[in-house]
């Protein structure tokens, strides 16, 4: 398995997803520790969804809690910013929200 870092594999992606079509396996590490694995993803053409099961029965994935409404979601009031308004003080806020 080949092992690079994370600066390395953002300026050559292309030639690691090319490895990667090829069978290889490739760690991505971040200060010399490993974060994440790019690897080939099997069985995915015509099964027809298996491969999502595949992936909720191991945690890569979690099934949705609840079916999106998409007509209710659509009318949803939007957010309409006051003139002056700051993107980053909104998220701020936000977050200091959730605390």
């Not at 090829?22 to 010399?32: A, P, V």
């Amino acid at each position: 398995m080949k092992v690079t870092n994370i600066s390395y594999a953002k300026a050559h992606l292309s030639e690691l997803v090319r490895q990667v079509k090829e069978g290889r396996s490739i760690t991505l590490t971040e200060r010399k520790r490993p974060v994440a694995t790019l690897g080939p993803v099997e069985n995915m053409e015509g099964s027809d969804g298996v491969w999502i099961e595949d992936l909720v029965r191991r945690g890569v994935l979690t099934s949705p809690q609840h079916v999106l409404d998409s007509k209710s979601f659509l009318r949803m009031p939007k957010a309409t910013p006051k003139a002056g308004a700051s993107a980053l003080k909104a998220l701020i806020d936000e977050r200091a929200e959730g605390r």
